[in-house]
């Protein structure tokens, strides 16, 4: 069943291939898919800009890859990186359509799919579990966006059954930057069992994934600590970070060791031996990027011998994102909106993206600046 108004053809952006931004190629051709069984089309609303797209973008998960993201150059490291440059560790095919993040209507259902489904406002879960798995135990996962096709177009296609039915008062362009950054940075709690009252450092702090484990960790009454660059500090501050500390910050110095009781490391690179030591006994470390690097030195009696947890966070039960929704309908999240531009400036938002010198999210508007961007009634 489709809405009676759905066009044939739609625009959208194809990534050719791994490389620079040569290879994201905006489109205005492209077929609108039809559902499958089980499967509903969505209008996609708003997009959002994520880590995840570049690295996939430049092929950097290929275990050839040794060094920083920033290292690939406008070329990426295609050549190394044509046989484990995905999440799954297989060939990516192309062309794909990127985008984790997307909130927007559904317009047309396939066969298993109830009709009552047509017009509800949805946010796609952005880690799921493979295509081929029965239940959501699969130790694996998949991100929508990179192993099947996601949100940079103006229609896209999702299992129903990740595609979560979304009450808020929050525009299209807010709730886009809920997905990916937000279920990251709540799993990284979740899987840490971060508590009240005790302190946590956060490094990466002002980009998506930081603002919303600052967010996240405050709603937990933890007290925050965060690291990132000195012009976003006060940024970080109005957000209610108790301390700031700069990237090349001697910490230990600071601060001294045993000081924190969790560890949200979005960076990795050549901090991570310091941020071992900053942990309490029994303290926990949870990571889930490496931007800064993803070889680093450990003195492993320092694991061991004050019993830490070293937490690696990609996998997400169902119901981190369930969470998030239930923190949406209590009003309870106020995600930072960096910057919005249309669809086809894909490129120019990637620039802005990798200079790093933003807070929040960057948004993509598949229909064109604020179309659809506002709740509408059911």
């Known amino acids: 069943m489709t809405h009676p108004s759905l066009p044939t053809t739609m625009s959208g952006v194809q990534l050719s291939g791994h490389g620079g931004l040569e290879t994201l190629n905006y489109r205005t051709d492209l077929k609108v ?6 499967q509903v089309l969505i209008r996609v609303g708003a997009a959002a800009i994520n880590n995840t ?40 095919s192309f062309p794909r359509i990127q985008g984790a993040d997307c909130c927007g209507r559904i317009v047309a ?46 229609f896209a296609l999702c299992r129903a059954s990740e595609a979560y039915r979304v009450n808020s008062r929050l525009s299209d362009a807010e709730l886009a930057a809920i997905p990916c950054a937000y279920s990251t940075a709540e799993n990284m709690l979740h899987r840490a069992n971060l508590g009240a009252g005790e302190r946590v450092l956060i490094t990466g702090a002002s980009g998506g994934v ?6 996240l960790a ?73 931007i800064a690097g993803p070889l680093v030195q450990l003195d492993m009696r320092t694991l061991y011998l004050k019993d830490l947890s070293l937490l690696g966070c990609t996998v997400q039960p169902r119901v981190v994102f369930e969470n998030l929704l239930d923190y949406l309908e209590r009003d309870e999240l106020s995600p930072q909106i960096a910057g919005r531009f249309p669809l086809s400036q894909i490129r ?21 600046p604020q179309a659809g961007s506002g709740p509408l009634p059911e």
């Open 218 to 290: 405050r709603r937990r009454n933890a007290r925050v600590w965060a690291v990132s660059q000195p012009n976003k500090h006060a940024s970080l501050l109005a957000m209610g970070v108790e301390r700031v500390f700069s990237r090349d910050s001697d910490l230990l110095a600071e601060v001294g060791p045993e000081s924190v009781q969790v560890v949200i490391d979005l960076v990795a690179g050549n901090h991570t031996a310091t941020l071992m030591e900053l942990l309490c006994r029994g303290g926990r470390y949870a990571i889930a990027g490496a």
């Open 53 to 92: 797209d570049i690295n996939t973008r430049i092929g950097w998960y290929s275990k050839s890859v040794t060094q920083a993201t920033d290292a690939g150059g406008r070329h990426g490291f295609e050549a190394l990186a044509s046989q484990d440059a995905s999440w799954a560790g297989q060939p990516l």
């Open 33 to 38: 898919p039809s559902p499958g069984p089980n």
């Open 210 to 215: 930081g603002s919303a484990a600052i967010e």
């Open 348 to 368: 120019q938002a990637q620039q802005v993206f990798l200079q790093k010198r933003h807070v929040g999210k960057l948004i993509l508007e598949p229909h064109g």
């Open 109 to 154: 259902v396939g066969e298993g799919v109830a009709p009552q489904r047509l017009g509800q406002r949805v946010l796609v879960r952005p880690l799921q579990s493979p295509l081929h798995a029965v239940t959501d135990d699969h130790p694996d996962c998949i991100t929508w966006g990179s192993e099947c096709d996601g949100a940079f177009a103006q």
